[in-house]
């Protein structure tokens, strides 16, 4: 999920940088701070987007540094246990699919790709479903869902998992295949139940 915050905070400047619009001398130097961060109250920092105030600079002796306390603003992006979110298949491997879900890259374990039995296909390559025509390849674009979450310092050491089996997650086009199953079964079903009705009549 992205959202924006607003942070009080404090930036040094180098004085060699002190040269042009102070408020843009100033975001530069928090985007080269913040930028690519990770929070574990706010998420991963993506930007820095604008400069709200800052105060004088201040001199700290012992220090060549310019300070400036700051109120800035940023986007960021934090991923939220059992969220629903669109992604697109990475990478196919034998244990699952690597989905980029915005900056974050999570893991589809295989047993979590569709509800269908399935198994992995290195000629696809991808994952193709045991009793169904349902596929999955690398640069489909699905909907998933955050299943387990593990937060580290950096992206390439926090783990997300991800889950497709439920309904209504997975590619697009699942869905047009279980409603046209679903219809089907229904008709079966009515036929079935229609058959039987005439059956009893029979025998009356």
């Avoid at 939220?80 to 974050?104: M, W, Y």
């Avoid at 199953?181 to 009893?200: A, V």
């Amino acid at each position: 999920m992205y959202n924006k915050y607003n942070i009080d905070g404090i930036v040094a400047v180098s004085p060699l940088s002190l040269s042009g619009e102070l408020k843009d001398i100033i975001l530069d130097q928090l985007s080269k701070d913040y930028e690519g961060i990770m929070d574990k109250d706010i998420g991963l920092i993506l930007c820095v987007t604008d400069v709200l105030e800052h105060s004088d600079g201040e001199i700290i002796a012992g220090d060549s540094n310019v300070f400036f306390k700051v109120k800035f603003s940023v986007v960021s992006f934090m991923p939220k246990l059992h969220e629903i979110i669109r992604g697109k298949v990475s990478q196919a491997t034998d244990f699952g699919a690597f989905i980029n879900i915005g900056p974050f890259e999570g893991l589809c374990h295989v047993s979590q790709v569709m509800p269908d039995f399935n198994s992995y296909n290195p000629e696809l390559p991808g994952f193709s479903a045991k009793d169904s025509n349902k596929i999955l390849v690398v640069e489909d674009k699905v909907l998933t869902r955050i299943a387990n979450i593990s937060f580290k310092k950096t992206i390439a050491d926090t783990k997300i998992g991800l889950t497709m089996r439920q309904d209504g997650l997975g590619k697009e086009e699942w869905l047009l295949m279980d409603s046209k199953s679903t219809k089907k079964k229904t008709s079966k079903r009515n036929i079935s139940s229609k058959e039987s009705t005439r059956k009893k009549g029979g025998k009356k």
